[in-house]
Antibody
């Protein structure tokens, strides 16, 4: 069974940058579409970004477009989220998730990002 | 990319049934049969309960069922159990490799 482990969260000042990683186990990573989903404290889930298995197509929520970049290294079974120009409203738990039929069937435990001065 | 609309909270007694609605638009829920539902217990990661509107992943009890009519999808939980108490989120594919979640519904088992 696929397992996902996020890392890279932490405290960063507004305007700063952070790179999240998601290490995946399992033999199918290079074929799996992947997502990033975030959850601000006490609020609901928000879809952030998606990337196809070969990395050729990706898209973003309007709230992060132009500031966040999703990428993957299939040789390392790792998904990334590069976050620039961070704002207080980017604070939250960031989950990576594997796609199955346009849903998210496997989730990591999340990594926490705090944007504060 | 406005969030799908869900009731903030629903409740039911053990053994009863509850239904959670999820209203979107003709650009997301109404356009695709790619509605999924997630259960999230406090402090935990979400767990997929239904996908493709009605399909259950392995291990999800058949007490959980889904439907869709027009721009509104629904999750029904029958035979409520204490462990069903959690937050539930719907999610829909919205085209061009974008997705949108609902605001979430808190289910209380009385």
């Amino acid at each position: 069974e696929v397992q996902l482990v996020e890392s890279g969260g932490g405290l960063v000042q507004p305007g700063g940058s952070l790179r999240l990683s998601c290490a995946a186990s399992g033999p199918t990573f290079s074929r799996d579409w992947m997502h990033w989903v975030r959850q601000a404290p006490g609020t609901g889930l928000v879809w952030v970004s998606h990337i196809t298995g070969d990395g050729s197509r990706m898209n973003y929520a309007d709230s992060v477009k132009g500031r966040f970049t999703i990428s993957r290294d299939n040789a390392k079974n790792t998904l990334y989220l590069e976050m620039d120009s961070l704002r207080a409203e980017d604070t939250g738990v960031y989950y990576c998730a594997k796609d199955q039929s346009y849903s998210m069937d496997v989730w990591g435990k999340g990594t926490t990002v705090t944007v504060s001065s | 990319q406005s969030a799908l609309t869900q009731p903030r909270s629903v409740s039911g007694s053990p053994g009863q049934s509850v239904t959670i609605s999820c209203t979107g638009t003709s650009s997301n829920v109404g356009a695709y049969n790619y509605v999924s539902w997630y259960q999230q217990h406090p402090g935990k990661a979400p767990n997929l309960m239904l996908y493709d509107v009605t399909k259950r992943p392995s291990g999800v009890p058949d007490r959980f069922s889904g439907s869709k009519s027009g721009n509104t999808a629904s999750l029904t939980i029958s035979g409520l159990r204490a462990e069903d108490e959690a937050d539930y989120y719907c999610c829909s594919y919205a085209g061009r490799y974008t997705w949108v979640f609902g605001g979430g519904t808190e289910l209380t088992v009385l």
